[in-house]
């Protein structure tokens, strides 16, 4: 569980890593010639580096949200809603225990107690 603290973080670096990625393959820079006249001389198979680049992170983002996935699976199980819901807050919109305890009403404390007895009852779900 406590990876899925830094998931979203991951996919975000990841998203924006594609982002810069995909503005270098759209863009051309010219080149000049010695006559001042503009040429355009792109690298042949800069196409297929960026490619297989963002190919590549695609790929990382599907195993992060795989394993938010089975985190999500695991808090689904479960059986009160109300610590279901701050299971959720915290590991999967990646809230802090202020925000969550002052969004439900309940204080501070008693959400970190709720989200022990959360954490005590996926160990027992998924067996360790």
Known sequence: MLRAW????????????????????????????????GTVSPDPHKFDYIAAYIGQIDERQRQLVEVQSEILSAINRVSSPQIRSILLARYINCERFETIAYRTGVSWRHVVRLHGYGLLEIKNIVGL
């Open 6 to 37: 830094r998931l979203q973080d991951e996919i975000d670096a990841l998203n924006e890593a594609k982002k810069t990625a995909f503005d270098r393959m759209t863009h051309i820079t010219p080149s000049y010639d010695s006559n001042g006249g």
